[in-house]
């Protein structure tokens, strides 16, 4: 599996955007980046996919680094609602194993 | 409503008694896959299955079985429970495989488990 290596924390204030980095070296050229998030006492749920391009979706953005060994999860105006971690997931090698890994603790400031 | 439904929510048991936690998807996806998380550990995958029939380990296989014989349903299975598999425990499934393909997994609202 690829491995991925994110923060373990990161603070933002609530209207801001907040960006969620990620790096992913060793993914393969064909897999898919994933980003997943797990709200308090839920189980995680799907945000964003993408293979090369940048892309949008109503949840956020994701920005994919030209060489794919790394991207970065935006969120444009932060909520308290966001608060929650954020996973990103390669999937190198087996593709059926897929990795979480310990994610990134976000809090929103009111 | 497309969901993944795991039951119980809540179980608690004594070491060595023998426990299924179910898993049912609605959505007739072909992958489906356990995970458990602890703190400090993230979420680790216990076992998945490609399809009906077809089950491999994940990282953490060990003390945990599974089967598949319907699409929709995926039950893990402690023959032996110890405390050490106290744990919150996910079902996911997704259309094809998740990593590569254009597949998100979706996820149950976990089965939190202990033993003692």
């Known amino acids: 599996d690829a491995k991925t290596t994110q923060p373990n924390s990161m603070e933002s204030n609530e209207e801001e955007p907040v960006h969620l980095p990620c790096n992913h070296s060793?993914?393969?050229?064909?897999?898919?980046i994933h980003w997943y998030r797990q709200l308090p006492s839920q189980g995680p749920e799907y945000v964003i996919h993408g293979l090369t391009s940048n892309v949008n979706n109503r949840m956020a953005s994701l920005a994919i680094a030209e060489d794919r060994k790394s991207s970065t999860l935006i969120l444009h105006r932060a909520t308290l609602r966001d608060a929650a971690v954020y996973y990103c997931i390669g999937s190198g090698g087996s593709n059926y194993k897929l990795t979480f890994g310990k994610g990134t603790l976000l809090t929103v400031n009111p | 409503e497309a969901q993944v439904t795991q039951n119980p929510r809540y179980l608690i048991t004594v070491t060595g008694k023998k426990l299924t936690v179910t898993c049912s998807q609605n959505?007739?996806?072909?992958?489906m896959s356990w995970y458990r998380q602890d703190p400090g550990l993230g979420l680790r995958q216990i076992y998945y299955?490609?399809?009906?029939?077809?089950?491999d380990k994940g990282d953490v296989p060990e003390g945990y079985k599974v089967s598949r014989k319907e699409k929709r349903n995926f039950p893990l299975i402690l023959e032996s429970p110890s405390p050490n598999q106290t744990s919150l425990y996910f079902c996911?499934?997704?259309?094809?495989?998740?990593?590569?393909?254009?597949?998100?997994?979706?996820f149950g609202n976990g089965t939190r488990l202990t033993v003692t």
């Open positions: 299955s490609m399809n009906v029939e077809v089950t």
């Open positions: 060793t993914i393969s050229g064909t897999d898919y």
């Open positions: 959505m007739n996806h072909e992958y």
């Open positions: 996911a499934s997704s259309s094809f495989t998740p990593g590569r393909a254009n597949s998100p997994l979706h």
